[in-house]
């Protein structure tokens, strides 16, 4: 079975500039859950999408990020226009709510460098 | 306002002996408790949870304790091994929060041959 995969691996823009971020979820997996982990501090929640529904977008910065599910399967993170303050590693995560609950298994991170 | 704290940001101990890793949180409506291992580069990686019912829970190596009268939990792994080190981050879960996870800053945890 395929993990979650995020791409790209690595994006460096610079300030002003718009990136895109994509995750793809287990199969199967109807829950799928945005993280940033900012300068090596705590790993912080910004949405949780149930299908292609936002449950809860508690966690989002502002405006300027807007996240996507589109026939609920994979994901997109839009940061436009992005600051400097958006650097850091940006994990995807996706759990199946038949199985263990709060299990969640995470994707290998889009570490996102603004310049 | 971190409401889950590891307040050691690093361990280091011998191989086969045992690593202790600590956690406090301030959330009373956490229900639910997790260990995930993060290894360079990667994602982080499920290790073992426990819920808010229990004190205490055991798979292999790898043990959690739960005391809920002082908020804190711990991660104890016996014997550790060089594979085991990572940067172990603790996580919380609050029941009606739709699974959202609140993790806190994490502890690298060096395991010396």
């Known amino acids: 079975e395929a993990g979650v995969t995020q791409f790209p691996s690595h994006s460096v823009i610079e300030k002003g500039q718009t990136v895109t971020l994509r995750c793809d979820p287990i199969s199967g997996h109807d829950n799928l859950y945005w993280y940033r982990r900012v300068m090596g501090k705590e790993i912080k929640f910004l949405l949780h999408?149930?299908?292609?529904?936002?449950?809860?977008e508690s966690g989002m910065p502002n405006n300027r990020f807007l996240a996507e599910r589109t026939g609920g399967t994979y994901s997109t993170l839009k940061v436009q226009p992005a600051e400097l303050e958006d650097s850091g590693v940006y994990f995807c995560?996706?759990?199946?709510?038949?199985?263990?609950?709060?299990?969640?298994?995470f994707g290998p991170g889009t570490r996102l460098t603004v310049t | 306002d971190q409401q889950v704290k590891q307040n050691s940001p690093s361990l280091s101990v011998q191989e086969g002996r045992i690593s202790i890793l600590n956690c406090d949180y301030t959330n009373s409506m956490f229900d639910y408790f997790l260990w995930y291992k993060k290894y360079p580069a990667e994602g982080p990686t499920f290790l073992i949870s426990i819920s808010s019912i229990k004190d205490k829970n055991e798979d292999g190596r790898f043990t959690v304790f739960l005391n809920k009268s002082a908020k804190h939990l711990s991660l104890h792994i016996v014997p550790s091994q060089p594979g085991d080190s990572a940067v172990y981050f603790c996580?919380?879960?609050?029941?009606?929060?739709?699974?959202?996870?609140?993790f806190g800053t994490g502890t690298q945890l060096k395991v010396e041959l």
């Open positions: 995560a996706s759990s199946n709510p038949l199985s263990a609950h709060y299990e969640q298994y």
């Open positions: 999408f149930v299908k292609e529904s936002k449950q809860d």
């Open positions: 996580a919380a879960s609050a029941k009606g929060g739709g699974n959202k996870l609140t």
